[in-house]
C-alpha cells in the first residue's frame, strides 16, 4: 500500500498507509487524520478535504478538472497547490506523497 503523510496546519505529520484506488481524502477520513472533514462523502460537493500538494507532487496527482476548480472558490486560503483531496485517487505512483492542510476547512 503507497504511503501517504498528512501534514497539519500546526506541523504535526500522520504517516499512513492507503489503498491503492482510494482516494487521499478517504484515505485521512479512514485513518481519522484532523482537519480533513469530507462532509461529502467524496462527491467533490463541499471543499472541505481541501489540501495542499507540493509541486515535486502535482503531475503525478493529475490537474484539477473545471468542477474541482469551481468547488475551491469555496475554500479557505487557495493557493496554486490547492486540491480537492477527494480528487485525488491513490495509485502506487504516489507511494510517499506529502500533503498539507490548511489552518481548517471554509
Not at 467524496?42 to 489540501?51: E, M
Amino acid at each position: 500500500m503507497p504511503r501517504i503523510t498528512y501534514i497539519e496546519a500546526n506541523g504535526t505529520e500522520h504517516v499512513v498507509d492507503v489503498a491503492v484506488g482510494t482516494s487521499v481524502m478517504q484515505g485521512a477520513v479512514n485513518n481519522l487524520i484532523p482537519g480533513i472533514e469530507g462532509d461529502c462523502g467524496g462527491l467533490c460537493a463541499c471543499a472541505t478535504c481541501h489540501v495542499y500538494v507540493p509541486d515535486e507532487w502535482q503531475a503525478k496527482c493529475g490537474e484539477a478538472e473545471e468542477l474541482e476548480v469551481n468547488i475551491l472558490d469555496f475554500a479557505f486560503d487557495v493557493r496554486a497547490s490547492s486540491r480537492l483531496s477527494c480528487q485525488i485517487t491513490v495509485s502506487d505512483d504516489l507511494d510517499g506523497l506529502v500533503v498539507h492542510l490548511p489552518a481548517r476547512q471554509y
